[in-house]
């Protein structure tokens, strides 16, 4: 081959290359912008749902799923959200709730988020068998007033109120709770809404073996919260959290009420991150769990069931899950 083929020969192999190594890179840029496969899984895959409880774990049984705005029993119904742990203890509870407690149960401690009527009910609670009631110390005032007429009028004691603080932290029946702030507001404006920490099963160090944030109702999880819970950016490494109850009232953040609510995309975008950077902690066969879903705002059971990606699932009234210790 002479000078000149060889050169032009040589240029040519060179520019093969260089476009065989561009169209390289533009098929993996298409790659990466096709759509990942999403992961879902139903019911029965997940292990921890009606399951045995070991001692170290944390059973939670869902007594309301729903938001404000279910009004009477129809097909799908949701009772008002609350929840009762190991049996024993409430967060929130109303009249809707009363048929989902197990017969025989009646809890005598109850934590509330909050007063809106969906979630405190006095009277109710003192049916069911409240003695002893955590709440924020800046509705006291109201909420005494609220349990000396529903101990009036039911005749049943009036029980021990004990106020909590941002941050303030009590044990009962050994499983410790940790008031944290939620972005939400009432009609009273000086009210502090709380989100919980549930704690369980300590090791010799003080650590629990079971970290769970119930989070309803709240605006996603504000920064105060997430440093109180061991999540937030300032927690390099650490312990996390091993469960995540979150409320969705919304469908999509395209409503007004994203400013004291949560959507299911909040509720993703919160696990996604949380598992891309080691901050939830999830067992297997254990999702993330929605609550405190509006009826007019969300699909169906059904629907959510069959297009929830992984890790989320749609918690459902009477629903029990056994937290595991990690």
Same mark, same amino acid.
């Given at each position: ?48 749902? #009606? ?29 008002? !959200? ?31 988020? #909050?007063?809106?009527?969906? #979630? ?48 303030? !932290? ?14 939400? !507001? ?105 609550? #405190? ?31 595991? !210790?990690?």
């Amino acid at each position: 081959m002479d000078r000149r083929n060889f050169v032009k020969a040589s240029v040519a192999a060179i520019a093969a290359t260089q476009l065989g190594a561009l169209d390289a890179v533009a098929r993996k840029k298409q790659k990466d912008k096709a759509p990942k496969e999403e992961v879902r899984l139903s019911g029965a895959d997940w292990s921890c749902e #009606h399951a045995e409880a070991l001692p170290g774990d944390l059973k939670v049984r869902f007594l309301g799923t729903g938001a404000a705005g279910w009004k009477s029993p129809t097909s799908g119904h949701r009772r008002n !959200s609350s929840i009762l742990i190991d049996g024993k203890i409430l967060i929130d509870f109303t009249l809707s709730a009363q048929d989902m407690v197990p017969e025989g149960c009646h809890p005598e401690i109850i934590f509330y988020t #909050h007063s809106h009527v969906d #979630h405190f009910q006095p009277i109710e609670a003192l049916k069911v068998g409240v003695k002893k009631v955590y709440l924020s110390h800046s509705i006291m005032t109201m909420a005494a007033k609220a349990f000396g007429k529903a101990a009036a009028e039911t005749g049943l004691p009036f029980p021990e109120l004990i106020p909590l603080r941002y941050g303030q !932290s009590v044990i009962e029946e050994g499983i410790r709770f940790t008031a944290m702030p939620a972005n939400h !507001s009432t009609g009273d404006l000086q009210e502090e809404a709380q989100i919980y920490l549930i704690e369980k099963n300590f090791n010799d160090e003080g650590i629990a073996g079971v970290r769970v944030v119930y989070a309803t109702d709240t605006a996603g999880i504000m920064g105060r919260a997430g440093r109180m819970a061991g999540i937030d950016s300032h927690v390099k490494t650490g312990i996390g959290v091993t469960g995540l109850i979150m409320e969705a009232t919304m469908n999509n953040d395209e409503d007004f009420r994203i400013f004291n609510h949560s959507s299911t995309k909040t509720v993703g975008r919160t696990a996604s991150m949380l598992l891309a950077t080691g901050r939830l902690h999830l067992p297997e066969g254990q999702p993330v769990y929605l609550t #405190h879903m509006a009826k007019s705002l969300q699909p169906s059971q059904e629907e959510m069931d069959a297009t929830l990606p992984y890790p989320l699932r749609a918690a459902y009234d009477g629903l029990e899950v056994v937290f595991k !210790s990690v």
